[in-house]
């Protein structure tokens, strides 16, 4: 998809597709309540280190999550600036449909005056 003014360095597809699966939602979700390591973020889950580590893979890769070095912790951040992108995009396809939507129940309410 090609990038619009608002979304310039997202990748929505990648990012929708990374948000489309309950695990990484889930991940998003713990990592709003701030940084975690991957071990912190498997504790709440009946899966391995390493499966936690491909699904925080898949949203580094599509920028949605950092990961640092301090010491020998790799703690992961929630890119927040990323979320906000397509917050931005789905908020203006909701303008977009609501204007749709407005200009439909203008032109139905103008045919049944006449």
Known sequence: MPATPTT???DLDAAFAALGDP???ALVTQLARGDATVGELAEPFDLT???ISHHIGVLRRCGLVEQR???TRRPCRLRTTQLALLSTWIDEQRRAWDDRLNA???HLSDGAAR
Do not use: I
């Open 8 to 10: 310039p360095s997202v």
């Open 49 to 51: 280190q390493q499966a």
């Open 23 to 25: 695990v990484r939602r």
């Open 69 to 71: 070095r301090e010491g």
């Open 104 to 106: 439909l129940e203008q």
